[in-house]
């Protein structure tokens, strides 16, 4: 190991930068800040190792808690724990780095891992040993930077459509019939001509809507370095209409993921774009539910972002420590604890070893599998810290064209170039 490494400089990044990247979206539930400071201190000797993780919700008693300490005590030290809420957590760890105090293992929301690793933060998998190798490309690639990996994900969700069985069969739509974008909104008009409501999604202007808006966009065959392209803009245009023919509502411009979930609670609507995180929740609905893959334009599974988090192990000036953070970290995301902390943790796993498993286990999963497999990280296409700057007229373009203040092209245009301005 290179000393380097321990010497490495953390170079300032501002902390709106940072919130924004973090994303707050597809994420385990996340409560507030704890109030602990313990884990920012390290003891001497080397005999406790300090882990920071975005589940603040999870206490002491905990399945995950329990597993740090399994881990911890399987390499001989303890561990040391602190959970903060996600937006709190990233801009604690810059700071930390700029102080040489960082924890030993910090796990973080995806779309920061590149502003952190851009920062000097964290150490690559080249440099601290971490095996990737059975790890899904495409989930990886949410962790990358400049052609280097800074951790391992520890399991990913994602979106795909919900859908009322009840609400469809009283239309007359057969939900294998829906393959693409006009068989999905055929579906719709055949819902609203039934007297019920057609789909519900969040639109917000937050990267909440963002998030939402990409399986659309990426669906459409669309790029993020060029917003404006003609299938960026079908893509807009696609809920655009789907609003002024009634099929979507009003609300999607101000809902967040969980208003539209609720909306879609409420046993009117046919369709609802949401996360693996309301599986639970579908359950309680009191009527009979499906899911099925985003469509993209022209059939097939549309690429939906990915949510979830990534172990990765800070820079450290004693770079001896590395070597237990290794084990610390192989210890959560392998094997028979891979399963464990997925399924704690209510993601689909990164390996397919680990997804068959889950499949096995509850089969309702394996159209989330499929969707995993489809997805894209949104800082993929070695976008890194470029991303946030993207998103925002992004989102701004969305709640333009559904308010009706500005027509799709318009409003995709305006966003490109203000994007090109703030990446520039």
């Keep these: 190991m290179s000393s380097a490494a321990g010497s490495r400089q953390v170079v300032g990044v501002g902390l709106a930068v940072l919130a924004a990247a973090g994303g707050l979206v597809a994420c385990s539930p996340s409560g507030g800040d704890d109030g602990s400071t313990s884990g920012a201190s390290q003891a001497a000797g080397g005999g406790t190792y300090t882990i920071w993780d975005p589940y603040p919700q999870y206490d002491a008693g905990s399945a995950w808690v329990k597993l740090l300490e399994t881990c911890g005590a399987q390499a001989g030290v303890k561990v040391e724990r602190t959970g903060y809420d996600t937006s709190d ?30 920062a000097g933060v964290l150490t690559t ?15 990886l690639a949410a962790g990358q930077s400049g052609g280097k990996t800074y951790g391992v994900p520890i399991g990913a969700n994602t979106l795909a459509l919900y859908y009322n069985k009840d609400v469809l069969k009283r239309a007359g739509v057969d939900i294998a019939a829906v393959k693409d974008w006009a068989s999905l909104t055929a579906a719709l008009e055949k819902v609203k001509a039934a007297g019920k409501k ?14 939402q808006f990409l399986p659309w966009f990426w669906g459409s065959g669309a790029n993020l370095t060029k917003l404006d392209s003609p299938e960026g803009v079908s893509a807009v245009t696609l809920w655009s209409d789907w609003l002024k023919k009634g099929y979507a509502p009003n609300s999607v411009i101000g809902n ?6 609720q909306e879609f609670a409420g046993g009117e609507f046919a369709f609802a774009e949401n996360g693996t995180w309301q599986l639970a929740n579908a359950g309680k609905t009191g009527f009979a539910y ?13 690429p939906a972002p990915t949510g979830g988090e990534f172990v990765s192990m800070p820079v450290q000036s004693d770079t001896g420590r590395y070597a237990t953070s290794q ?31 889950q499949v096995e286990q509850n089969p309702e999963l394996k159209v989330w599998v ?26 701004g373009a969305v709640q333009a064209a559904l308010s009706g203040s500005k027509p799709p092209q318009e409003a995709m245009a305006a966003a490109q170039a203000a994007a090109a301005s703030a990446i520039q």
């Design 89 to 118: 957590l990233t801009n604690k760890a810059l700071l930390a780095a700029q102080q040489d105090n960082s924890p030993d293992v910090l796990i973080v929301d995806n779309p920061v891992v590149s502003t952190l690793a851009e």
């Design 125 to 139: 998998t080249e440099e601290n040993k971490l095996d990737v190798s059975s790890i899904a490309p495409n989930l």
């Design 198 to 211: 057609g789909i519900t999604f969040s639109a917000i202007g937050t990267e909440e809507g963002s998030f």
């Design 256 to 261: 967040t993921q969980t208003t539209s979930w």
């Design 290 to 302: 499906g899911v099925i893959p985003i469509p993209a334009k022209d059939g097939g599974t549309a």
């Design 327 to 357: 084990k610390l970290v192989t210890c959560l995301t392998s094997g028979e604890n891979s399963l464990t902390t997925t399924t704690t943790l209510s993601y689909v796993a990164p390996t397919e070893q680990v997804q068959a498993r």
């Design 370 to 395: 499929e969707a995993v497999k489809a997805a894209k990280g949104r800082t993929s296409d070695d976008l890194g810290t470029k991303y946030p700057k993207i998103s925002e007229p992004m989102w």
